[in-house]
């Protein structure tokens, strides 16, 4: 059975986001357990791709430095087969179609249920072209987990009925990025959504403060951060875990605080 589940069981899921290999695998490694320890529920793990469609100019950025430094597929799954043997929360890779087709598409989920990761999230794979990678998902107990955008309007109840692990709320519309304000109508997504399944949801895109976690949790099972975070790499390299940890902390407190 897909472990997703146990990120929700608890209460709301704080869900951070973070490119393998930005600046390097160590300190991504060293990122993912400050933010475990301080109260990630589960990790997207991002495998870097040199176009990254769904991404504002922090996590293009962050890939460009993590490809420029070599890192590879396989780089990563050595990566996470090391951090498996401590870390323990869910694992989400977030990726593109490209990078799975490039790998061989049996490969790479096959590889996904070997080294415990739980779920595949692709941002450019159009809800009606699943198909094209759910057997094979199903086969290895992978989770493919579905995006709802704000555009998704009278496909979200279909949306919701077929999803798995959980479902990735879009915040806004265009690419990831921090954003000062987010004026969606999420709460009418949100009751669409649960109106039509009991698989949990979770709001990400533009998150990035302590207040706009709080009120995502309220209205949501869970929040998603992936440029806020970004940014710690970006300003501080290998010196960002420290950072995160603590951002975590702040933001966890705060979904907590507000459920």
């Known amino acids: 059975m897909n472990k997703i589940?146990?990120?929700?069981?608890?209460?709301?899921?704080?869900?951070?986001?973070?490119?393998?290999?930005?600046p390097?695998?160590?300190?991504?490694?060293?990122?993912?357990?400050?933010?475990?320890?301080?109260?990630?529920?589960?990790?997207?793990?991002?495998i870097p791709f040199s176009d990254p469609t769904a991404e504002g100019p922090v996590i293009q950025s962050a890939n460009l430095r993590a490809l420029n430094n070599g890192i590879s597929t396989d780089k990563i799954f050595n990566f996470v087969e090391q951090l498996r043997h401590d870390v323990k929360?869910?694992?989400?890779?977030?990726?593109?179609?490209?990078v799975i087709f490039s790998y061989g598409k049996e490969a790479f989920i096959s590889k996904c249920r070997e080294l415990g990761v739980d779920g595949l999230i692709l941002p450019d794979?159009?809800?009606e072209e699943k198909g094209e990678f759910l057997p094979v998902c199903r086969k290895y107990d992978i989770a493919l987990i579905s995006m709802i955008a704000p555009t998704?309007?009278?496909?979200?109840?279909?949306?919701?009925?077929e999803a798995e692990g959980f479902l990735y709320i879009v915040s806004s519309l265009g690419v990831t990025g921090v954003r000062s304000e987010i004026k969606t109508d999420l709460v009418s997504i949100v009751k669409?959504?649960?109106?039509?399944?009991?698989?949990?949801?979770?709001?990400?895109?533009?998150?990035?403060?302590?207040e706009q976690a709080g009120y995502m949790a309220g209205i949501?099972?869970?929040?998603?951060?992936?440029?806020?975070?970004i940014k710690f790499f970006e300003q501080y390299g290998t010196q960002a875990p420290a950072y995160i940890g603590r951002f975590v902390n702040k933001?966890?407190?705060?979904?907590?605080?507000?459920t």
């Not at 069981?9 to 393998?20: L, M, R, S």
């Not at 998704?152 to 009925?161: D, K, L, P, Q």
């Not at 949501?220 to 975070?229: E, H, L, P, W």
Request: glycine share 8%; hydrophobic share 45%.
């Open 5 to 22: 589940y146990k990120a929700f069981e608890n209460g709301k899921a704080f869900i951070p986001f973070i490119t393998c290999g930005d």
């Open 24 to 46: 390097d695998l160590e300190t991504t490694g060293k990122a993912v357990r400050e933010a475990v320890a301080n109260g990630a529920d589960l990790i997207e793990l991002g």
């Open 89 to 98: 929360v869910p694992l989400v890779f977030m990726t593109y179609t490209n």
């Open 125 to 127: 794979l159009p809800f």
């Open 152 to 161: 998704s309007e009278n496909r979200i109840a279909m949306i919701a009925r």
């Open 192 to 210: 669409t959504v649960k109106d039509n399944t009991d698989i949990p949801c979770a709001i990400g895109f533009g998150i990035s403060t302590p």
């Open 220 to 229: 949501s099972d869970g929040v998603i951060v992936g440029s806020a975070i």
């Open 251 to 258: 933001m966890k407190s705060a979904i907590t605080s507000n």
